[in-house]
């Protein structure tokens, strides 16, 4: 286990938000916890939040290398079954995003973290040259078995054309980072000017977070940095960014597969409740779920650097 500093603006002064609850003497989690799909709600190191900026996180946590040889061994075969939910919601997660940048037109995409490359299916399906790059060897070999261009790696290591794309996007992924600000200036490097940034991930600022404290679900091993829309913002921006929105968006999910996440937290309310979705034959029907406490952000690389075309008076 490693200390950090803030990630957002650099200090060493924090307080504790929420204490560990990992089993006493665990500090080394395999790979089964940091799945997609794995269950471990409310199983967590220390999370602090800095007294500076504000910006809620994990520390210590696990080492940097750690954390990267750790999603390269991931396997999620769970993930692949709920497949039907997952389109249904990068679907509603494109519409948007294609407001925002109109036609696709074959221009270029990048998803990050791409996973099985779901996302990277449905933006090609709709006219987008799409690539994905994703660290778990399984789920790349999986995507590439569809067809899908996926790169096994990280931003950091693929050999990516900077200025390369028209829109880059992260889906659930900017949590799970151990420098997420140096991948957002990475992400700034890869898009064309005017490109669009899409980031999807957890809203520890909402209503529901605030209310739950402790309990709120999302408090998780895998999960290293907890973002407000305040603190998202402000890293966007100081990464070179240009904020357009920040909204609720929430995901389409089988009830079957619902119900088991409800049982993995509350097993007194889902174990029940996924018992009678299987008795009426309800478990494959998809129902919008949306708790205010996942949010996306949409945000511009500036047509030119800034101070370009500033003039002296």
């Not at 402790?214 to 998202?232: D, I, K």
């Amino acid at each position: 286990m490693e200390q950090v500093t803030c990630n957002l603006c650099g200090a060493d002064d924090a307080e504790v938000r929420f204490p560990s609850t990992l089993p006493k003497g665990q500090s080394l989690a395999d790979w089964t916890a940091y799945r997609c799909t794995h269950s471990g709600y409310g199983v967590h190191p220390t999370i602090v939040r800095c007294r500076h900026c504000g910006l809620v996180y994990a520390n210590p946590r696990q080492e940097e290398a750690t954390v990267r040889e750790t999603y390269e061994a991931v396997k999620d075969p769970l993930y692949v079954e709920e497949r039907e939910g997952r389109v249904l919601t990068f679907e509603h997660h494109l519409r948007p995003l294609e407001r925002l940048t109109g036609p696709p037109n074959g221009r270029t995409l990048l998803d990050i973290g791409a996973y099985t490359g779901v996302f990277v299916e449905i933006a090609g399906r709709h006219g987008w040259d799409a690539w994905g790059v994703e660290p778990s060897r399984w789920a790349v070999e999986v995507a590439r078995k569809r067809g899908l261009r996926m790169i096994q790696g990280t931003t950091e290591t693929a050999d990516l054309p900077e200025g390369g794309f028209d829109v880059v996007t992260m889906w659930d992924v900017i949590e799970h980072l151990t420098d997420p600000l140096g991948e957002l200036r990475r992400t700034h490097r890869l898009l064309k000017p005017g490109g669009l940034l899409a980031i999807h991930t957890i809203d520890i600022g909402s209503l529901l977070a605030r209310l739950m404290g402790g309990r709120w679900p999302w408090l998780m091993e895998m999960h290293l940095y907890y973002f407000s829309r305040s603190t998202l913002r402000m890293m966007l921006e100081k990464a070179g960014f240009s904020v357009v929105q920040i909204r609720a968006q929430g995901r389409y999910l089988r009830l079957g597969y619902l119900m088991n996440r409800v049982a993995a937290f509350m097993p007194w309310l889902g174990r029940p409740a996924e018992h009678l979705v299987t008795r009426l034959r309800l478990r494959r029907v998809a129902v919008a779920v949306n708790l205010g406490d996942l949010c996306t952000a949409y945000a511009r690389k500036p047509l030119s650097p800034p101070g370009e075309n500033e003039h002296p008076v």
